[in-house]
């Protein structure tokens, strides 16, 4: 080979190379899965289907995940923050052999994990050879709904992401900033409590996207990247409950919590 763009080039050889040290063949293309429905909640079913495999071999199925923690360094007078570090692996969900015409199919729950997508692999004989994806949506519930004032209120959230804007929220009561919820280190579930303050009435209880930088609420994820977070959801921008403070019977007991 001689180079020509350059009419002074020197002329370039390239080095012969062997039939034995050419590169091997490049892996067959992964076939794609069919997911249905292709999203949902942490405990909804869904069909995994591969066609096109070879007659009766053994599927095995993979979850793709990640082992999400917080680095620290632990000192004599404090504990020092560092960053959240994420390492993703896949784990086996399960298998199944395939038919004779070629097609494998099988019904998975979503797992308890990180919301947004998770991709699915297919395996034959140790090779991947099948991929697909479910996507698991955010979800909040709160309970009780009613009670008097100083009632602890659960809250429980779903499918909290781990990548970037996905992986935390904001909490407001009666619109006033209440605190920051995450679940890195809890697989995106995170529960805690509130307790029912105000006049006797409904009260607001408010759920937005927010960010590990700047904590508060974001209320305008609607206009934003990740717009998909709270498509599923009637108003497309937060989780919002309403509380009903029956009565004001005074200062609850003192009570102990760890």
Do not use: C
Request: aromatic share 10%; net charge negative; no cysteine.
């Amino acid at each position: 080979f001689e180079a020509t763009d350059h009419p002074t080039a020197a002329p370039v050889t390239l080095p012969i190379v062997s039939q034995a040290a050419r590169p091997s063949a490049a892996p067959a293309p992964l076939k794609l899965l069919k997911v249905e429905p292709v999203k949902g909640y942490v405990g909804d079913s869904f069909t995994v289907t591969g066609d096109g495999l070879a007659p009766g071999k053994k599927v095995e199925f993979f979850w793709s995940t990640v082992d999400a923690a917080y680095l620290t360094k632990v000192m004599a007078d404090n504990v020092e923050y560092h960053e959240r570090k994420y390492e993703e692996k896949r784990v086996p969900l399960g298998s199944a052999p395939v038919d004779g015409q070629g097609r494998v199919s099988m019904v998975f729950a979503a797992p308890e994990d990180f919301g947004e997508v998770h991709d699915l692999y297919a395996a034959v004989d140790g090779q991947d050879a099948g991929r697909g994806g479910f996507r698991i949506l955010r979800n909040a519930t709160i309970s009780p709904t009613e009670g008097p004032v100083g009632t602890p209120i659960t809250i429980t959230v779903k499918g909290l992401g781990w990548r970037g804007f996905e992986q935390f929220m904001a909490l407001r009561y009666d619109n006033k900033y209440t605190g920051e919820i995450s679940a890195v280190a809890t697989r995106g579930t995170a529960v805690f409590q509130i307790r029912a303050a105000g006049p006797p009435g409904r009260h607001i209880i408010q759920l937005n996207n927010s960010t590990a930088y700047a904590p508060g609420a974001y209320l305008n994820t609607q206009q934003s990247p990740q717009d998909y977070i709270y498509a599923h959801l009637d108003n497309k921008q937060e989780f919002r409950f309403v509380f009903n403070v029956t009565r004001d019977a005074g200062p609850p007991p003192d009570a102990l919590q760890w």
